[in-house]
């Protein structure tokens, strides 16, 4: 009987955490496209494709919050800190949550 229970809260405990991380899926593929949309009148030289990994927050706003632009251009990481720093989101996230982004920068021929 002990074990029926034990089994029963593991279950409660899986489901409750399989129902959440939807949610959290959901809520940062809306941010994710809210700050794509950020992008739609950047221009940068560039020879061949590159990725750029960059954190940020928002405040109790709803801005953005640039914390750190893993990139080793400067021109990159100057884009992201005047342009999308401070700028407020439709649907922001939790405020003071740090969110990682991948932003993959391709070459138009």
């Not at 074990?3 to 593929?29: D, H, N, P, Q």
């Not at 709803?62 to 989101?89: P, Q, W």
Request: aromatic share 10%.
């Amino acid at each position: 009987m002990k074990k029926l229970k034990l089994i029963a809260v593991a279950l409660l405990f899986g489901m409750t955490s399989m129902f959440a991380s939807e949610k959290v899926e959901k809520t940062t593929t809306e941010i994710r496209n809210q700050i794509v949309n950020l992008f739609d009148d950047a221009k940068f030289i560039a020879e061949s494709d590159f990725k750029v990994n960059f954190s940020f927050t928002f405040n109790a706003n709803g801005e953005i919050i640039v914390l750190n632009v893993d990139s080793t251009r400067a021109d990159i990481k100057d884009y992201l800190r005047k342009n999308v720093n401070y700028k407020k989101l439709d649907n922001p996230g939790i405020p003071n949550e740090v969110y990682t982004m991948p932003i993959k920068v391709k070459v138009i021929s």
